[in-house]
């Protein structure tokens, strides 16, 4: 079975203040792990699809990694404005699911 | 292009009333999905319709029913809600076919079972 588990749960930001938040998986064969940005009373938001090691995707102050067994998501300078919920989700194949880890609570604070 | 549109947002229901949530997309997607978020439980997966004419359990099935009636439009039904039904439900799509397999998020539906 496949497990996605997002650490830490929350994270609070001084902004300006550079972190990164972890999704590690357990998957018999990813081809894709994906980051969204999930914003109070909204749906998620896609953000960015990885699908091999080494592979690193930008937009804006956001950075995403990935290995073989984790992707970190980079956030260079935040601003209160980057303050969401961020999940990753990870891609296997059949049926075209995806699973979802539980997410990172951020909020960057002035 | 409004993307994906879920309808109701907020929804409050008695115990053992029935109702469908809709959903529908205009991207040409093939795929569609519905999936609940309850807190600290993260998105769950009810059922899924890989394309047209098709659908299939996911983790959460029981006590849910879906129809894909078109490839634009996929719905959810509780046909007795129950309070452990109590959640934001969230209708996704996905471009399969393409290479793509990331899925696209409509607003969600609040519903509160009493």
């Known amino acids: 079975e496949d497990q996605v588990t997002q650490s830490p749960e929350a994270l609070r930001l001084q902004e300006g203040e550079s972190s990164s938040l972890n999704c590690s998986y357990t998957?018999?064969?990813?081809?894709?792990l994906f980051w969204y940005r999930q914003d109070p009373g909204k749906g998620p938001e896609f953000l960015f699809t990885l699908y091999s090691a080494g592979e690193e995707k930008e937009k804006e102050r956001l950075k995403a990694t990935l290995t073989k067994k984790e992707s970190f998501l980079h956030i260079t300078a935040p601003k209160p404005e980057d303050s969401a919920t961020y999940l990753c989700a990870v891609y296997t194949g059949g049926g075209n699911k995806l699973t979802f880890g539980t997410g990172t609570q951020l909020k960057v604070e002035l | 292009n409004a993307g994906v549109t879920q309808t109701p947002k907020f929804q409050v229901l008695k115990t053992g009333q029935s109702m469908t949530l809709q959903c529908a997309q205009d991207m040409n997607h093939n795929s569609m999905y519905w999936y609940r978020q309850d807190p600290g439980m993260g998105l769950r997966l009810i059922y899924y319709s890989a394309s047209e004419g098709t659908t299939d359990k996911g983790e959460v099935p029981n006590g849910y029913n879906v129809s894909r009636l078109n490839k634009r439009e996929f719905s959810l039904r509780l046909e007795s809600a129950a309070p452990s039904q109590t959640s934001v439900y969230f209708c996704?799509?996905?471009?399969?076919?393409?290479?793509?397999?990331?899925?696209?998020f409509g607003p969600g539906t609040r519903l509160t079972v009493t």
């Open positions: 996704a799509s996905t471009p399969v076919g393409s290479g793509s397999y990331e899925q696209y």
């Open positions: 998957v018999s064969g990813l081809r894709g």
